[in-house]
């Protein structure tokens, strides 16, 4: 590395540590998203991200199934199809979708799919082997399967536990799918991130990971199975701004996803897909107007049940090209490359 380099490498980090400790200071994490991605917002364009989990949800395709909370990575024919349809329908509306994928995955006889979502530029990222709880305190909590299976990870801390399935995942996806993983995701949203676990964030760092999406700010979602009412939508707008990208002081970008999930309108609430697609659409519109960044997470395994038209990647990728050079869609590594310039 030159002097020059060196010395431009030590004025981001510089820039970037004072930008978390200016925003730490006054108690907002906000500011930080706002400093890493420049200070004039008016002449960026907002982000806007597709983001689809690849594992098998609780409840789905129909209430009761739980038994996937043991076997996460035993994608179902109807989940692999609809993630390589909703990938085909995000590239004719020029968008792309992000994908995490459980390692498990990969056990499969064929990843033939999965390798078509890659060859058609769409980035996959890691979500570990076994979609396991990286808050972890005691071997047992990381997962289901090691509850109910420990000796799976007899003699094991948590922490080696949940290193060795990131690194696994990493290496099932490059020497069965010829996959370099493209960031991570933490099975599970934590309403803090990961700002009280500065070991798991060295741990993702330590695995190769510059970035990673962990948070999940916290919102009100209103009364199972009846209609959202004003104050729900305003809340959901409010969280918004808390789902804005931020480095924590290891370094680590974090990318958070944004409210409201899938699984926690259709699985938790019980909403109808119009109540959905609204929240969807205020959303996406309050991140154009406001320049900033929207990361919409859902699951494949769900949303072939609760939306098997495609109705919300379309919708998504619509307003986007509705707002011109106000907005794009990205991959989640383009929102990081910006919070870290």
Request: glycine share 6%.
């Amino acid at each position: 590395m030159t002097s020059q380099t060196a010395s431009k490498a030590r004025t981001r980090r510089d820039v970037t540590r004072r930008a978390f400790l200016g925003a730490a200071a006054c108690g907002t994490v906000g500011t930080v998203a706002a400093l890493s991605r420049g200070q004039d917002q008016s002449q960026n364009k907002a982000q806007i991200a597709i983001t689809f989990d690849l594992e098998m949800s609780r409840h789905y395709p129909k209430r009761g199934m739980t038994e996937w909370d043991y076997q996460k990575g035993n994608l179902d024919e109807p989940t692999k199809q609809y993630s390589v349809e909703a990938a085909r329908i995000a590239k004719e509306r020029d968008g792309l979708i992000h994908f995490f994928c459980v390692g498990r995955v990969l056990e499969h006889a064929s990843v033939d799919w999965l390798k078509e979502i890659a060859d058609a530029g769409h980035p996959i990222g890691n979500h570990t082997y076994d979609h396991v709880n990286v808050l972890a305190t005691t071997p047992e909590a990381t997962q289901f399967r090691f509850k109910r299976s420990p000796w799976l990870v007899a003699d094991q801390t948590p922490a080696q536990i949940i290193a060795e399935n990131i690194r696994t995942t990493t290496i099932a996806l490059q020497q069965r799918a010829g996959i370099a993983p493209n960031g991570f995701r933490t099975p599970g949203g934590f309403s803090n991130g990961l700002n009280d676990r500065p070991d798991v964030q060295q741990l993702l760092l330590d695995a190769g990971f510059t970035w990673a999406s962990c948070k999940y700010p916290r919102h009100i979602s209103g009364e199972s199975m009846q209609e959202p009412g004003p104050e729900v939508y305003a809340d959901i707008i409010r969280a918004q701004s808390d789902a804005q990208p931020f480095v924590y002081p290891s370094g680590l970008i974090e990318i958070p996803m944004s409210p409201i999930s899938d699984v926690g309108a259709f699985r938790t609430k019980f909403w109808k897909l119009d109540y959905f697609l609204k929240s969807v659409r205020l959303a996406v519109e309050w991140a154009i107007e406001n320049r900033s960044v929207f990361d919409f997470l859902c699951h494949p395994s769900c949303m072939v049940v609760e939306d098997p038209d495609f109705k919300t990647v379309k919708l998504i990728c619509d307003l986007v090209k509705a707002a011109g050079d106000k907005a794009e869609i990205v991959g989640l590594d383009e929102i990081a490359r910006g919070v870290s310039a």
